[in-house]
């Protein structure tokens, strides 16, 4: 067993979820087969439905130039309140079984301005802002809870980030 697989990813042990809804920008990643390289404008908002569960609306200029959206539903695990479970599969397909991916919040600010968010496998990592820039200190204090939790960051991808929003999306 690697020291990597020795530690254990963890999740934020309370998250307000209320607190956590609404327009985050996507600072840093690691690299997606669903997402461009090149992609900019990265932002993901999510906002409560009817049913309890979350709706995540992604947003990017590709590499293309050209405008994406993803539209997926998360689902908080009531067991522990910094973990969701997510789909990005069409409304109807929804109901099929392991097709949701796990969504850890690893650390957020107390002001919820900043969030870690990967998934146990250390496969897939963001940095998320409340607006499109971040200081290097904070950006260096997320990026080590990173780290101490074994994400390797070699690959990281810090996206451009203008400020505006993805709003014509094709399909949308």
Same mark, same amino acid.
């Given at each position: 067993?690697?020291?990597?697989?020795?530690?254990? @990813? /963890?999740?934020?042990?309370?998250?307000?979820?209320? /607190?956590?809804?609404?327009? !985050?920008?996507?600072?840093?990643?690691?690299?997606?087969?669903?997402?461009?390289?090149?992609?900019?404008?990265?932002?993901?908002?999510?906002?409560?439905?009817?049913?309890? %569960?979350?709706? @995540?609306?992604? /947003?990017?200029?590709?590499?293309?130039?050209?405008?994406?959206?993803?539209?997926?539903?998360?689902?908080?695990?009531?067991?522990?309140?910094?973990?969701?479970?997510?789909?990005?599969?069409?409304?109807?397909?929804? !109901?099929?079984?392991?097709?949701?991916?796990?969504? !850890?919040?690893?650390?957020?600010?107390?002001?919820?301005?900043?969030?870690?968010?990967? %998934?146990?496998?250390?496969?897939?990592?963001?940095?998320?802002?409340?607006?499109? /820039?971040?200081?290097?200190?904070?950006?260096?204090?997320?990026?080590?809870?990173?780290?101490?939790?074994?994400?390797?960051?070699?690959?990281?991808?810090?996206?451009?980030?203008?400020?505006?929003?993805?709003?014509?999306?094709?399909?949308?």
């Amino acid at each position: 067993m690697s020291e990597q697989e020795g530690r254990e @990813v /963890r999740s934020v042990a309370d998250l307000d979820l209320q /607190r956590y809804l609404g327009l !985050w920008y996507e600072l840093g990643r690691l690299p997606l087969r669903f997402e461009d390289d090149g992609a900019r404008d990265v932002t993901a908002e999510y906002s409560l439905r009817d049913d309890g %569960t979350v709706q @995540v609306d992604n /947003r990017c200029i590709d590499a293309d130039g050209e405008p994406t959206q993803a539209l997926g539903q998360a689902e908080p695990d009531a067991d522990h309140a910094g973990r969701l479970r997510v789909t990005f599969l069409p409304e109807g397909l929804r !109901w099929i079984p392991f097709t949701r991916a796990d969504y !850890w919040v690893l650390r957020i600010d107390p002001d919820y301005r900043h969030a870690l968010v990967g %998934t146990p496998d250390r496969k897939h990592l963001w940095l998320l802002a409340r607006e499109p /820039r971040i200081d290097d200190a904070t950006e260096r204090e997320f990026l080590d809870e990173a780290r101490r939790q074994g994400y390797e960051l070699e690959r990281w991808i810090r996206p451009a980030q203008s400020g505006a929003r993805v709003t014509d999306a094709a399909g949308a």
